[in-house]
């Protein structure tokens, strides 16, 4: 390099030691300066160009119009250039006119020159590639200035000294040289306007990021205003940004979605040649081996497809800040040599200072871009995984008609089995699933991946141990480059303590395996306390799905026990766990301090010159303290990589999962005329499972309409099944021509408005509309929703009754106007005379559907004479096809069966059985049954038999007169064309359950109080106190440490080495052991919160009344059971003892660096301010964002349910494609939230660790100013303090932040916890006497009842008596009041006004469970809950073995529990899933049994089951309650022709009140009631 500059008019040497470090006043050689410093900003230029033009050819954003800055920027980049060309030919002139420039000044101007045209070039390019802001030339210009301000300052010291200016033309030209390149950076920092065709020009509130310069994204700036305003204003949904583009769930899981199918096509390409290698000989076999293992794809492999430049990127990013984070250390070291040596020129220990700030500033920018950029990464994980999830779970066999198992409850149909339900032909009577032993759900309560602890990875779901994957990421990151960091610590350690290191190191190795084992003990109590909440969880959401059953029989102590001994259980695994996590936080303390000490011991004692000084201490401590974190996360990191593998491995099982074929069902071609047919078809359920349809050859002309019928489980809803593609087709064909609609057996409702169910994705045509509403009857219905077709329909359709759910089922079927209508039962959910009008009005031949294709399963036998064909179904087979006059004369097992139940009556009169009314205006009758089932689970009935009927109408025919006679008129009413359904656009106020809104502002102080209170006020106060003593102890021991570097020395000796490393020992050992103790204090403190908080809130919901379940979903409750007790449970107590931890290590630093240089106490008042500012407002974001996440998180689980529950019928609709993009809009809303909440924390981050890297500096400057008064001990202590205060700061404002999160799990809790309780149980002072009622007399004396207060009243002054003995019928149109009567009598309603008298007793006078224990109901849904069958016969073990077998007796079930090997501990699955429907409601009437109440009430108990069943019901109640009074409510009035007396109410008051006898010739309400079910 000197022969650069060495000579002409230069004439300097390239480097000078005593000019540039051994002096004062330092200055640079100037070939130095117009050499390497002119080229540095030259060469980075060069060397990152291809990488950058790599990037803008690949990130094309549009171009930018030519702006008044784009042009500035131009001109400054020509003139740069100019300049440097002037100086070449001013060099060249030099030469011609005989002086001898150094070659420096030919080649300096001459590469600034060309890298000048560059940037120039760039600055163009940029703009033609959309890129508002650049990086590159902001750091390119940046180097330009600080490259030239040496030169700037050395210029002037030189003509300053020459007392002249020696080249004047050189001189003025760097100085407009140095002004273009300071204005070219000025401007470089402002943005371009965004380019044509951008987002922001169409985005209303774009993602700020995608436009933001190039500083504001490095410092975070641009989140600066969404920080501002959220201090400002509570954050809404509305403010939130848009997603970028490439952040969105479609382009994501798309991504994934690709990279997954490339690992299915690789796997099936390995798998075809692995096949096509079996062929080979058998000596070949020989001579290669075993055939290689089947290749399974990867999704961990799609995965790194996906993500892996991101995590790349990252990886990069960390590197470079722990390359980083090794230099502090270093700078200390020469730090504490500059304060040792009193004749070292005062510009090092400044030099020093500032770059210990420039290095940790650099350090902290790194470290948020990386976080920035794993997170994010993290996001886009989930995103990607719920996505790839969801779209299987549309398309998955396993949720084809088998529902998923309890098993795999948590990822719905991840298991590679399932459970056909009942009616799918694969379930018979008495028989378990054979894959699960019967724990079929038939219902998934939401995607078992959403909630609880979840087979899948941290990232797919929202609430596991890696909520966001990016806590598993930034860990895996962290330890990937851990052995970088301990290389480049050993080099540095060797260099301060020779060998004697290796004995530090050898301790932190021998920890890891120490750490790992308490990792591995952790994951094992984390694992069993995960098995006993999933139990509690599985167990609380049975008793809110049953919550009523358990009101009504008075039985919530014994579930209320039950869950008690799961949570002590649970609580005590919690309480061993956090010992442990305790004893691991004292490993974790005195790990750093254990090694420093052995290092330090064995430096002492390994050779007596040995000394200890500053340096050599405390940069040792540093870098102990560096190497802490990653060792301990190493335990971590593995227990977590173990766990996210056995999640991966089960999401690629799922995924792996055979598909539903969409060419099972060949759509295009079919025999000319017909619209359905199958030839030879075989059909099962799985690969695995016999056929349940075989044999099968149909075929349907166009616009037909067939009955299929046949026998239980003899395959009539898998035929429908099959048509569909949902089954799977071992052989034959099956074709259908035409779009399809499908009413399942079970009507599947979203939770939108009725409206929008019947609409069902399709426009909105108001006539079709008003049509479809009429003939399914929902007109009357929507006069009494409270927002008419507006009325939001709660989960699964709570709020509507059976038979309405299935209307608008069938209503969205009849609006599709589909070609093909697949009609699964249909009728059995309705009332008979609303079968009749829906099938005259929809399905028959008269109906709207007349002319399309119509498949119609019922059992209905009333209808076939009006079919065109009929299907008759046994054992998967079809025993007979045709017509139903050539089936009756074929005298078939189809003849039988009708004789069977129609002995006396030709079968042709069949048809006249459904007379018509009076005309056809009279069909406007009111069709629709009890509509207050809205406030019970309770479903409709089958229409009535034909059998029943004739029995009936033949008791009748000498009551009944001839002709019409004069009696009441018939109650009908007619809707005039002003009545019509008015569609209405905007949603009228029919909101059943109210929105969960995100709470405002900050949490008040009463929770924090509450928790307190819980925690316990001494221990709160014994946790604070101990960690005063930890971070008295940690400074006492550091100080020591302080004070045995500057012992006085004796011979280059110290003096009292033993008693120097004894009393550091003793205070170190001090520190763990406190530190431990305030971990257990604060773990027995968070158990007993934990106990406390979950006992309250579990007697007030148990307590709860039975309105607050009605209106509240029952995914909100058990969010406060699963989510909220998990957070106080396992988050709450570690937060706060980090935040503590962090506090006091803050307060600690603060305190040592003010007593080391009390002169930092100026500088205290400036930073507080700058991070309270800070602190503030971002908690106010933050708080707002968490709480905007967490309430956009639920709807992603709803849907995920609904999705489950309605696959088939979103499948038969081909919806799934919409549905996908209303999953993704979902998941899209809850990352809006979670992206700001990401940087709101990045933002924070840079803001402290900038007052954080300030304490660094002032702490160094103050050293080096004060340094003839301190020495090296104490400045190593301030120093190495302050390095670490950056962290302690930056946590404790994330901890106050996650307190603050977290703490509104308890506000929730407590919420819940504080609701209206229902009555007392038991009233001590007024219990009722031995023995009541002995009669059972009910009296019910000017009885008025509400829902709740605000609603009309739906009994209004009913006065009436029922003497003990009778049997009572209670009828009623819809909204009668019959069910609302029954809930008053147990008081699940209490009366607004009047009263309820047994027996003479005022039933308002005594506790619930004395009254509720006293009458026994069986109600029409039988609900029971999962465990033994003795538990679900007598939860509380009152009864003896004889008396409950005695039970079964009389209820036909002993036989069927005899026969089971376990007897009465039988197992039932969850809702008895694992019994037929008969038989739970044989289940309940043991139940009655047991009770022997005076006072039974039958809310229509066999309308749901077979004909055989509800003989064997109704004798045994003829026999056993012959002396009881039974109260019935009736949709079918055959069940109650032979009572003593009927009553008929209408509108909430007594219409008529006889015998049926009587009020047949009465010809009232009852005689139009009966005359309408064809008995009158």
Known sequence: MDALCGSGELGSKFWDSNLSVHTENPDLTPCFQNSLLAWVPCIYLWVALPCYLLYLRHHCRGYIILSHLSRLKTVLGVLLWCISWADLFYS?????????????????????????????????????????????????????????????????????????????????????????????????????????????????????????????RVFFWWFTKMAIYGYRHPLEEKDLWSLKEEDRSQMVVQQLLEAWRKQEKQAARHKASAASGKNASGEDEVLLGAQPRPQKPSFLQALLATFGSSFLISACFKLIQDLLSFINPQLLSILIRFISNPMAPSWWGF?????MFLCSMMQSLVLQQYYHCIFVTGLKFRTGIIGVIYRKVSWSRAQGKGWPCAACKRLAAKSTHYCPPAGSGYHQRSQTCVHCGGNCQPHVSGCPALHGPCPLPQSAVVSTPADHPGDLLPLAASVAILPAEAREERETWRENLGPSVLAGVALMVLLIPLNGAVAVKMRAFQVEQMKLKDSRIKLMSEILNGIKVLKLYAWE????????????????????????????????????????????????????????????????????????????????????????????????????????????VERKTISPG???????????????????????????????????????????????????????????????????????????????????????????????YQQTLEACALLADLEMLPGGDQTEIGEK?????????????????????????????????????????????????????????????????????????????????????????????RNGSFANFLCNYAPDEDQGHVEDSWTALEGAEDEEVLLIEDTLSSHTDLTDNDPVTYAVQKQFMRQLSALSSDGEGQGQPVSRRHLGPSEKVQVTEAKADGALTQEEKAKIGTVELSVFWDYAKAVGLCTTLAICLLYVGQSAAAIGSNVWLSAWTNDAMADSRQNNTSLRLGVYAALGILQGLLVMLSAMAMAVGGIQAARVLHQALLHNKIRSPQSFFDTTPSGRILNRFSKDIYVIDELLAPVILMLLNSFFNAISTLVVVVASTPLFAVAILPLAVLYTLVQRFYAATSRQLKRLESVSRSPIYSHFSETVTGASVIRAYNRSRDFEVISDTKVDANQRSCYPYIISNRWLSVGVEFVG?????????????????????????????????????????????????????????KEYSKTETEAPWVVEGSRPPEGWPPCGEVEFRNYSVRYRPGLDLVLRDLSLRVHGGEKVGIVGRTGAGKSSMTLCLFRILEAAKGEIRIDGLNVADIGLHDLRSQLTIIPQDPILFSGTLRMNLDPFGSYSEEDIWWALELSHLHTFVSSQPAGLDFQCSEGGENLSVGQRQLVCLARALLRKSRILVLDEATAAIDLETENLIQSTIRTQFDTCTVLTIAHRLNTIMDYTRVLVLDKGVVAEFDSPANLIAARGIFYGMARDAGLA
């Open 797 to 889: 359709g709570i709020n509507l009754s059976g038979g309405q759910r299935q209307r608008v089922s069938l209503a969205r079927a009849v609006y599709s106007d589909a070609d093909i209508f697949l009609l699964d039962d249909p009728l059995s959910a309705v009332d008979s005379h609303v079968a009749k009008h829906i099938f005259d009005h929809v399905i028959g031949p008269e109906g709207v559907l007349a002319g399309k294709t119509r498949v119609l399963v019922t059992h209905g036998i009333s209808f076939l004479p009006q079919t065109d064909f009929i299907i008759v179904l046994a054992n998967g087979q079809v025993s007979e096809m045709g017509p139903y006059p050539a089936l009756l004369q």
């Open 92 to 216: 060249f002139h030099g030469l011609v006119h005989g002086r001898a420039p150094a070659p420096v000044f030919f080649v300096t101007p001459l590469v600034v020159g060309v890298t000048m045209l560059l940037a120039t070039l760039l600055i163009q390019y940029e703009r033609l590639r959309g890129l508002q802001s650049s990086g590159v030339l902001i750091i390119f210009w940046l180097l330009c200035v600080v490259c030239a301000i040496i030169p700037f300052r050395s210029k002037i010291l030189s003509a300053k000294a020459e007392g002249k200016i020696s080249d004047p033309f050189r001189f003025t030209t760097f100085y407009i040289h140095f002004a273009l390149v300071l204005s070219a950076l000025i401007l470089a920092c402002f943005r371009e306007k965004p380019p044509f065709f951008s987002t922001k020009n169409v985005d209303p509130n774009p993602y700020p990021e995608t436009s933001a310069g190039f500083l504001s």
């Open 1253 to 1309: 890297n300030c304490v660094v500096l002032f702490a160094a400057l103050f050293a080096v100013i004060g340094r003839s008064s301190l020495n090296p001990g104490l400045v190593g202590l301030s120093v190495s303090y302050s390095l670490q205060v950056t962290f302690a700061l930056n946590w404790m404002i994330r901890m106050m932040s996650d307190l603050e999160s977290n703490i509104v799990a308890v506000e929730r809790v």
């Open 351 to 355: 030099l020093v200072a500032g770059l």
């Open 674 to 768: 017909y619209a359905i047919a199958i030839h030879s078809g075989t059909f099962t359920w799985a690969q695995d499972l016999p056929p349940t349809l075989h044999s099968l050859d149909i075929q349907v002309p166009k616009g037909a309409l067939v009955a299929v019928v046949g026998p239980v489980g003899c395959g009539k809803s898998s035929l429908v099944s099959a048509l569909l593609g949902e089954m799977e087709k071992l052989e034959g064909k099956v074709h259908m021509k035409g779009s399809v609609a499908y009413v399942p057996q079970q009507a599947w409702i979203q939770n939108c408005t009725l409206q929008e169910n019947v609409l069902f994705g399709q426009a909105l045509n108001p006539k079709r």
């Open 557 to 664: 102590p014994s579930f209320l026990k039950q869950v008690e001994g799961i949570r002590q259980g649970e609580l005590q695994l919690l309480r061993s766990a956090a010992y442990l996590h305790a004893t691991s936080t004292f490993i974790w303390m005195c790990s750093p301090f254990l090694v420093t000490l052995i290092t330090l011991w064995v430096y002492v004692y390994a050779d007596p010159n040995n000394v200890l000084d500053a340096e050599k201490a405390f940069v040792s401590v540093s870098l102990f303290n560096i190497l802490r974190l990653p060792l301990n996360m190493l335990p971590q990191l593995i227990s977590n990589l173990t766990q996210a593998s056995v999640s991966l491995k089960r999401i690629q099982q799922f995924l792996s999962q055979d598909e539903l074929d969409p060419q099972s």
